[in-house]
């Protein structure tokens, strides 16, 4: 995939946008239910992703291959589906001892993606 570096920012903007109207629903409501799923779709969604949407940028060797956009793929997949299944579980309590083992095997899809973004940092970020 090219512009790795804008799929990312882009793809955390969007994650912004949610994170931020959640924000103002839980302000307009004062029903804070939900609060650990707007901080992590924006610092998990929106910051990380920014941030390694920068990094890309800074250091564009980082992006050659395909290694890059497989990254991409399983920050933006795991996330996404981690926080739709964090929206039931905070949502119904109930639903957390089947949910919750499988949120947390997706997000350790996340952390693969995260050890491969510091592999491509440390083998290519070198200028
Ligand atoms: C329109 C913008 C935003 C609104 C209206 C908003 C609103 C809120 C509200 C109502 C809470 C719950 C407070 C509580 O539980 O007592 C909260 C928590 C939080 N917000 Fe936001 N927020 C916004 C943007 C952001 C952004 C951009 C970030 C991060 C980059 C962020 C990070 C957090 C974090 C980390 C918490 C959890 C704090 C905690 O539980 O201790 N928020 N926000
Ligand atoms: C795989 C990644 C992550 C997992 C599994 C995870 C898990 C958790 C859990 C279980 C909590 C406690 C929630 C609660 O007590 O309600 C928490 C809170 C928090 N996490 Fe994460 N986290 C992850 C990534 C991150 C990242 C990357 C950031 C910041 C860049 C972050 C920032 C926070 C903050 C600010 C809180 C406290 C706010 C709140 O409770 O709403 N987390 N996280």
Avoid: E
């Avoid at 629903?25 to 609060?35: D, E, G, V, Y």
């Avoid at 610092?43 to 250091?59: D, H, K, N, P, Q």
């Avoid at 291959?65 to 579980?89: E, N, P, R, W």
């Amino acid at each position: 995939m090219k512009n790795i570096d804008r799929m990312f920012v882009f793809t955390g903007l969007v994650f912004l946008l949610i994170g931020m109207s959640l924000g103002l629903k839980m302000s307009m409501t004062q029903n804070f239910a939900l609060h650990g799923l707007h901080a992590h779709l924006n610092l998990l969604g929106f910051v990380v992703m920014t941030l390694f949407g920068l990094c890309y940028r800074s250091w564009p060797k980082m992006q050659d291959g395909k290694l890059a956009t497989v990254h991409y793929l399983l920050h933006t997949v795991t996330v996404g589906a981690a926080m739709i299944m964090l929206y039931f579980v905070l949502s119904n309590m109930d639903l957390a001892p089947k949910l919750g083992p499988v949120m947390d095997m997706t997000l350790i899809g996340t952390l693969a993606g995260v050890i491969l973004f510091g592999y491509l940092f440390f083998t290519r970020a070198r200028d």
